[in-house]
């Protein structure tokens, strides 16, 4: 595994999406619209971020039925951004475009994506650098747990009648940190973040969208739970909450510190997050709870120790 680069200050942006509807094209146009604001920071001199990021399914209504007439084919795994411009993916083409004129790093929520050789639908995040350049390459971030819940009265979700779960942990290395991905229902897995944490990751950004039963009880306090028993910054970017959707989402966007402070939270409305991500909260965390170099694998040997 590459070294991680080292952890540099830098201004985080997260998009919580308003008016994400049926029509396809106005939902990129708007996507982008927001990309190109959030790009602005607060207007003040350097406020502009170097991350930018938008939430779970930002091209189509969330709900398993809309993911095959929503669904897009990427067909590649890395690629610059001349030849991501040659891809059918007006998603991944609108990107890349939107990346580079507003010259950040693009965390691209996430998109249905139909996989180009067996047909399989999965839910994808892709990760675009300040050039327009595809950056991942396993092939990219698919949501690893699908979202199949039953509250009996509140909320049934299958996502595996349509979709197809991810089988790769993914991070990219920017010039200011390397940051580890997820979509959603992973953050009820700590093993995802856990490993992410291990490969040097120094932030984690989960595109995701809770509702209005599990967003109260556990939207927070997952974040907080993963940001504190990894000692890394943890985001979580959701479209912002529409009654007149299918689907309602919790908004409340979040940046945690390795502490587990909760640093900024959007209300449910469309709005920008703009946080300063400052990497001596990580490092005083690790050295004041050093629980990061006191794990006993000795104790717990079926927990893989390897990094
Ligand atoms: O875990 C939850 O409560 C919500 C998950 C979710 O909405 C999703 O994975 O899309």
């Not at 890395?78 to 007006?90: H, P, W």
């Not at 580079?100 to 996989?115: F, M, Q, Y």
């Not at 927070?220 to 009654?243: G, I, T």
């Amino acid at each position: 595994m590459s070294t991680a680069p080292s952890f540099k200050p830098f201004k985080l942006a997260l998009i919580q999406l308003g008016g994400v509807g049926p029509d396809k094209s106005a939902n990129l146009k708007h996507a982008r619209e927001m990309i190109l604001k959030a790009a602005e920071g607060d207007g003040s001199a350097g406020s502009k971020p170097s991350l930018v990021v938008l939430p779970e399914c930002f091209n189509s209504p969330y709900g398993h039925a809309h993911f095959p007439t929503y669904a897009e084919t990427i067909g590649f795994t890395k690629a610059d951004d001349i030849e991501v411009q040659t891809c059918k993916s007006e998603s991944v083409k609108m990107l890349s475009s939107t990346a580079k004129e507003a010259n950040v790093w693009l965390v691209g929520g996430s998109i249905p994506e139909r996989d180009a050789s067996d047909q399989r639908l999965y839910n994808t995040c892709t990760v675009y650098s300040p050039t327009g350049k595809f950056i991942l390459a396993a092939p990219t971030h698919r949501k690893v747990h699908l979202f199949d819940i039953d509250i009996p009265g509140k909320i049934t979700f299958k996502e595996s009648e349509t979709l197809t779960g991810g089988s790769s942990l993914n991070f990219f290395d920017t010039e200011f940190a390397r940051i580890g991905l997820g979509i959603c229902y992973d953050v009820r897995f700590p093993e995802l973040a856990m490993i992410s944490a291990r490969k040097g990751c120094h932030v984690l950004i989960y595109p995701g969208a809770f509702n209005l039963t599990t967003g109260p009880l556990h939207w927070s306090l997952l974040q907080r739970a993963r940001a504190v028993d990894n000692q890394v910054f943890f985001a979580m970017c959701s479209p912002a909450r529409d009654m007149n959707a299918g689907y309602h989402a919790w908004g409340h966007s979040m940046v945690v510190d390795p502490f587990g402070k909760i640093l900024a939270e959007a209300e449910e409305g469309e709005s920008v997050v703009q946080v300063s991500i400052d990497p001596t909260v990580l490092y005083d965390a690790r050295a004041g709870i050093p629980v990061t170099t006191q794990r006993r694998f000795d104790v717990y040997p079926d927990v893989n120790n390897a990094q």
